[in-house]
């Protein structure tokens, strides 16, 4: 049987508003890959990686893709005898508002996809082939 609606809208809708300010043991990372059991690879804002687990609320509930960010929970060292070094108490889902927030971390400023340089020649997609008999 799976869980009650009313618990995974609950997760969701609780994801979706970013806090005022963050604790000192909280950061913002981005997740590099997932590692199975609840378990993450994330990028802290210096570009170390650290393990993380899912919290219990958000398992089979909300999915977290790669390359997105979330809200992390570190442990006390010594505080856990697990691989884990925090747990993700938050998920970035409308990226929109989280970045107008003072805590986002300026090592993640957004990049564009459609970084054009001007040496780069002209595409060719979405365009007729070039004939062959241009004189006639």
């Known amino acids: 049987m799976g869980r009650p609606k009313r618990n995974v809208l609950a997760a969701a809708e609780e994801a979706l508003t970013p806090p005022d300010a963050l604790e000192r043991n909280q950061s913002l990372v981005r ?10 690879t994330c990028e802290l804002p210096n570009q170390k990686t650290i393990v993380v687990e899912l919290a219990q609320r958000f398992r089979n509930t909300i999915w ?4 997105g960010f979330v809200l992390i929970d570190k442990y006390v060292d010594g505080a856990q005898d697990s691989r884990a070094q925090g747990e993700i108490v938050n998920i970035v889902r409308d990226e929109k508002l989280w970045r107008k927030q003072p805590y986002w971390p300026a090592e ?25 008999s241009e004189d006639e």
């Open 31 to 40: 997740v590099l890959k997932p590692e199975g059991n609840n378990l993450f």
């Open 64 to 67: 977290i893709k790669r390359g």
């Open 108 to 132: 993640f400023a957004k990049s564009s996809a459609y970084d054009i340089s001007d040496d780069e020649e002209e595409s060719n997609v979405g365009k007729m082939p070039p004939s062959d």
